[in-house]
């Protein structure tokens, strides 16, 4: 079975820094696209950054310049390295990532469970 483990949220001040992992685990064909999305309460979930295979990163304005997405395909972890951080990060953050199933070669996608950041002022 293949899953998401998230870890490295937490409570920070602001302007402090934070760094998440996500680890794929489990038998896949391979693993695509890899990203973080946010979501706060009461907003809809947002794409945070993203990385390809060939580590083509896209980053959502608001987090431009602050954080930095990276991946270990050898290890199949993202990481997601946050800095300067700001009251309005404060969110769960969820791992996402697009891989291929072994045997019949098809493209699905896996959530990881989330997992919370709080940017105290």
């Known amino acids: 079975q293949v899953q998401l483990v998230e870890s490295g949220g937490g409570l920070v001040q602001a302007g402090g820094s934070l760094r998440l992992s996500c680890a794929a685990s489990?038998?896949?064909?391979?693993?695509?696209?890899m990203g973080w999305y946010r979501q706060a309460p009461g907003k809809q979930r947002e794409l945070v950054a993203a990385i390809t295979g060939g580590a083509y990163t896209n980053y959502a304005d608001a987090v431009q310049g602050r954080f930095t997405i990276s991946r270990d395909n050898a290890k199949n972890t993202v990481y997601l390295q946050m800095s300067s951080l700001k009251p309005e990060d404060t969110a769960v953050y969820y791992c996402n990532t697009d891989y291929r199933t072994l045997y019949s070669n098809v493209r699905r996608q896996l959530w990881g469970q989330g997992t919370q950041v709080t940017v105290s002022s």
């Open positions: 489990g038998t896949m064909r391979s693993i695509d696209a």
